[in-house]
């Protein structure tokens, strides 16, 4: 929402302050649609080339994230917390019980409690294979610590890929804007011999191709780009807490020091109270009863 509303503050600001000052409309509105199609088409055509189909479909999506925001909320949180707690309270309990969660999580009855995790595979796969790797003894802290960082930065370098392509573009459209204002330029020329108010209104028309590549790229490109990348590294906290509720299990810390580990490293804003927490892990400790 914060997003379409960040779209109409820059619209009505730019063209309205450009109204207010006596501007008119008619000469940006006749030249857009050739503007947009060279500098636009331009933009899409270099982005193509720069990127191969799983990378343009992979931005293509991330441009959503511009509106949506975060994938992960409070709520989501609070529930991998008291999904983790389950699955090591059973492992502590009976080491063999667990393995049929943790080999088959489609078919586990404690995954299906939390569709949303269950429907995100680098989650489950995280959970799994660092539970998986404690059964066969693979089990010193600081080894699966640091395994665990390289695999949730190789994610988050990969889900990068978005936001860097789309600053790209966002960092050429004002060399695409100066393209399409030359063109602009040489057609100007070929009417030299027109009188002053025509040439005003081709010059114009021109300069409109500048102040679209430079309006694309700053008002809109640029800034998506650098939400696409906020939410992003916000969504990646999910799978660092993860990381350090297993790493404390591995420490032999109790089982709710573990989950008080791993609240107290949830980002502050999407942080559960310990009230909260703990009448939700009750909750969780009476259904498996």
């Not at 650098?226 to 350090?244: C, G, H, P, Q, T």
């Not at 591995?250 to 490293?265: A, D, K, M, W």
Request: hydrophobic content about 45%; aromatic content about 6%.
């Amino acid at each position: 929402m914060i997003g379409i509303v960040g779209i109409v503050v820059i619209f009505v600001m730019v063209f309205g302050g450009y109204l207010a000052a006596g501007g008119k409309m008619g000469i940006i509105l006749k030249s857009l649609p050739f503007e947009m199609t060279m500098i636009g088409g331009a933009a899409v055509g270099a982005f193509l080339i720069s990127n191969d189909m799983p990378a343009v479909k992979h931005t293509v999506k991330d441009i959503g994230k511009v509106f949506k925001g975060p994938k992960w909320k409070m709520d989501d949180y609070k529930d991998l917390l008291c999904l983790l707690f389950e699955l090591l309270r059973l492992a502590r309990q009976n080491a063999v019980a667990v393995e049929e969660h943790i080999e088959a999580p489609d078919e586990s009855a404690v995954f299906a409690k939390y569709p949303k995790i269950l429907a995100d595979k680098e989650a489950v796969a995280l959970i799994c294979d660092t539970m998986r790797s404690a059964s066969m003894n693979y089990d010193d802290p600081h080894q699966v610590e640091e395994v665990l960082e390289k695999r949730i930065e190789s994610k988050l370098h990969h889900s990068m890929h978005s936001s860097h392509a789309l600053q790209t573009i966002a960092d050429g459209l004002p060399a695409l804007g100066i393209v399409a204002a030359v063109l602009g330029v040489i057609k100007t020329m070929a009417s030299i011999d027109q009188p002053p108010e025509v040439l005003g209104k081709l010059i114009g028309g021109a300069l409109v191709g500048t102040f679209l590549g430079v309006f694309l790229a700053y008002g809109l490109v640029g800034p998506f780009a650098s939400k696409v990348k906020a939410v992003i590294e916000e969504d990646a906290n999910f799978y660092r807490l993860i990381r350090e509720v297993l790493v404390a299990n591995l420490h032999n810390h109790s089982t709710n020091i573990c989950i008080e580990v791993g609240r107290q490293n949830t980002p502050e804003h999407f942080r559960p109270s310990f009230s909260d927490l703990e009448d939700a892990l009750k909750s969780t400790k009476q259904e498996a009863a």
